[in-house]
C-alpha cells in the first residue's frame, strides 16, 4: 500500500510540473508577441553614401562593399535596417528609443560616431555615421542599433575602414 500511494504522489507532482510548464510556456509567448512588436527584427544594414549608393552591406553575416577614406577627410553614410530578404525596413521617425552604438575601433586610425538626423533638414533622415580619417592604418568597428538600453540588431562582423 505504501508503493501505491508513493506512486499517486509521482503521478501528482508530474502532472503539477506539467500545468506549470504551460502556463509558463504561454506567459512568454504572450510576452515575446508584445516583445517583437515594439523592436526591429533585423538580419542586416546598408550604408549608402550621400549618393545613395550602397557602399558596405551587412546581411545575415555575407558582407559587401567596403569602406576606404583618406586622412583628414569626413564620410557620412546613411544607416538602413534590412529584413531577412535584404529589403529596407522602414523606421519609424516617432520612435525616439531607438539609437546606433558604435565601439571596438582604434580613434588614432578613424573617429566612427553615429547621429541622427532631424526631420525637416535637407536630403537628410534616419539614422547615421560619419568618419573621419584621422591617420593611415586600418580599424574596425561593430555597429548595434539599441532600443531601451538594450542591442535590437549586433552587426555580425565587425565593420572594416581602412584610412589611406
Known sequence: MKNLSMHGYAIYGIHALFCLLLVFNFACEDDNHDHDEEHTDADGFVFENESGTAVYTELEGEVTGSITISVGDTLELSVH??????NEIEHDDEE???ELSISEND????????EVHEEGEEDHHGMAIHIVG???????F???????????????????????
Not at 81 to 86: N, Q, R, V
Not at 107 to 112: E, Q
Not at 142 to 164: E, F, W
Open 96 to 98: 525616439e528609443e531607438e
Open 81 to 86: 535596417f534590412l529584413d531577412h530578404e535584404g
Open 134 to 140: 584621422v591617420s593611415s592604418g586600418s580599424t574596425s
Open 142 to 164: 561593430k555597429l548595434q542599433l539599441m532600443h531601451d538600453g538594450h542591442a535590437d540588431y549586433t552587426s555580425t562582423n565587425n565593420i572594416p575602414v581602412v584610412v589611406n
Open 107 to 114: 580613434s588614432n586610425i578613424a573617429i566612427v560616431e553615429s
